[in-house]
């Protein structure tokens, strides 16, 4: 689809975790029109978090960046995937759609969140900061990693079976103007076929697609730029060159057995996560990980930028917060902090949120629930009616910023899926930071 859209590029299958994140510091970047991930998320939270390590950071974070799904979430695909007007789309039909957006062209921008760490080291989020059983069972899956997506399914069902609660404390920065209540949208935008892949005749350019193997790829690959500015990106690290189940019964967690207030999780060190492409990148091939277990480490897997804008919100990790913030202190089963409207491909976890509403959505379970009840809210989540369940435990809200303060001594916490260092971190939303190739929206004025 790439080659008949015209679309020069090279390919570079990365080899290593974060092999991405040394290619883009390496890139020559105005040479390419785009730096595109052929994989999971945890692949463009390098590209991303490479760019913004860049001395150069404030032009590099400018790059537009896509994804090709080909990993276990796919997360952002599935948000791309809604914004382009899609059904829903697992596996092969996912990849499709979001190839066909990627060869239609157009960008998005795409808010960033800075994650400040205990040891005072920053990252950057695309997607979500996740605390208690999402983070548990993305980590605690890695071992089934074989499985595609279908290592969440077992995890989700061997994390309910040893379901844990954690003492912490929540505190965020509410935005001021609260976006419409977390409902999801009427209806699903139109099906892949009634889209077409030139909507409106494209200027003429003459394209020649090149074709390289990895073997004789050297990274800087000086090229003519082929793409016109209104062409569709690359792919994986690719650089371009040129209806509701009936949910009912109880919440309460009565008759289910307590829930441990101070689980022992050990941690998985992050399996090789796919490689970088660059002009394209594409993802190593997904090995099972290890099964055996490690305990977390202070260096975690997960890639550390040293750049990026400050943080004008946030007051440092360990000092008080400034007045008008919001702070919620309790045991908690989980915390989920997302940017994007996707937490997987098929899980909607904020039906209204937008790549650029310029807030980062703060979605809670307080203890208390039963399993039986956690679950009926992961189904309703496939469709994004969670928030019309009318569940005591689940709480949201909108922020701009927040701070995460973890009062169980073990537990597990990650960034876009990686797992990084447990204790106290707080995050700013920088909106509008990064740009995201998305393709055109398939409906006016719905975006994920």
């Not at 998985?268 to 091939?285: D, M, N, V």
């Amino acid at each position: 689809m790439i080659s008949e859209a015209g679309l020069s590029f090279n390919l570079i299958q990365t080899e290593r975790q974060n092999h991405a994140r040394e290619l883009v510091q390496g890139l020559r970047l105005s040479e390419w029109d785009g730096i595109v991930t052929v994989s999971g998320d945890g692949l463009l939270y390098e590209v991303l978090n490479g760019l913004l390590d860049r001395p150069d950071w404030e032009e590099a974070v400018k790059m537009p960046v896509g994804i090709l799904p080909c990993g276990s979430g796919n997360a952002l695909a599935g948000a791309v995937n809604q914004y382009g007007g899609f059904e829903r789309a697992l596996g092969i039909d996912l990849l499709l759609n979001c190839s066909l957006l990627l060869c239609r062209g157009g960008g998005h921008p795409l808010d960033l969140l800075s994650v400040t760490l205990a040891s005072g080291s920053r990252c950057f989020s695309f997607l979500a900061v996740a605390w208690g059983f999402v983070s548990d069972v993305d980590i605690q899956s890695e071992r089934f990693r074989a499985l595609g997506s279908a290592r969440f399914t077992l995890g989700t069902v061997l994390g309910l079976a040893t379901l844990h609660t954690y003492r912490g404390r929540l505190s965020y920065l509410p935005a001021t103007v609260e976006p419409a209540s977390p409902t999801p949208a009427h209806g699903l935008p139109r099906a892949k076929s009634e889209l077409t892949l030139a909507p409106a005749p494209a200027p003429p350019v003459a394209h020649s697609p090149l074709h390289r193997s990895v073997s004789d790829l050297p990274l800087p690959l000086p090229q003519p730029a082929l793409m016109s500015p209104g062409s569709p990106e690359p792919p994986p690290l690719l650089s371009i060159n040129g209806g509701d189940p009936e949910l009912a019964g109880d919440w309460a967690a009565a008759g289910d057995s307590p829930l441990s207030p101070d689980p022992l999780l050990p941690s998985l060190p992050g399996s090789p996560k796919a490689a970088l492409l660059s002009p394209i990148t594409e993802g190593a091939p997904e090995m099972p990980a290890s099964s055996g277990l490690l305990p977390p480490t202070p260096d975690a897997p997960a890639a550390i930028s040293t750049g990026g804008p400050p943080d004008h919100l946030l007051p440092p990790l360990g000092t008080p917060l400034p007045p008008g913030w919001v702070t919620l202190e309790g045991d908690f089963v989980l915390m989920l902090a997302i940017s994007p409207s996707h937490l997987g491909a098929e899980l909607v976890a904020a039906p209204h949120a937008r790549f650029d509403d310029g807030l980062v959505h703060l979605c809670w379970v307080r203890s208390g629930i039963s399993r039986a009840a956690l679950l009926r809210l992961f189904l309703a989540m496939e469709r994004g009616n969670q928030f019309s369940l009318g569940c005591p435990q689940l709480g949201y809200a909108a922020a701009h910023a927040f701070r995460l303060e973890p009062l169980t001594p073990r537990g597990v916490l990650t960034v876009d899926g990686e797992q990084v260092e447990y204790g106290p971190l707080q995050a700013q939303v920088h909106p509008g930071l990064g740009t995201l190739l998305t393709g055109p929206p398939g409906r006016p004025g719905r975006e994920p």
